[in-house]
């Protein structure tokens, strides 16, 4: 059974950080594009930011230049390392891979940004 396992979410005040780590087999990690989504209360699951085979990372606007993408395949882990957090940035955040034929969901883990 194909897993995906989140961690690293809580509680952080405004301005604050925090490292999200999605663990996956050896294969997923370092041939499948990777991505991080988060959902809201209330709102559509959104796409937070993705890291390709290649090493090419995306970023939706909200979380440029605070938040960094990366992938360890030794570990093998995917990395999201989230910094200057925001109330806004409060949601489940979901670990995501995808092959041209096959996709893969975490169970989510929560951060909650708040004073």
């Known amino acids: 059974q194909v897993q995906l396992v989140e961690s690293g979410g809580g509680l952080v005040q405004p301005g604050g950080s925090l490292r999200l780590s999605c663990a996956g087999s050896?294969?997923?990690?370092?041939?499948?594009?990777m991505n991080w989504y988060r959902q809201a209360p209330g709102n559509q699951r959104e796409l937070v930011a993705s890291?390709?085979?290649?090493?090419?990372?995306n970023y939706a606007e909200s979380v440029k230049g605070r938040f960094s993408i990366s992938r360890d395949s030794t570990k093998p882990i995917v990395i999201l390392q989230m910094n200057s957090l925001n109330p806004e940035d409060t949601a489940v955040y979901y670990c995501?891979?995808?092959?041209?034929?096959?996709?893969?969901w975490g169970q989510g883990t929560q951060v909650t940004v708040s004073s």
């Open positions: 995501n891979a995808v092959s041209l034929l096959r996709q893969y």
């Open positions: 050896a294969t997923m990690i370092s041939r499948y594009t």
């Open positions: 890291i390709t085979t290649t090493g090419n990372t």
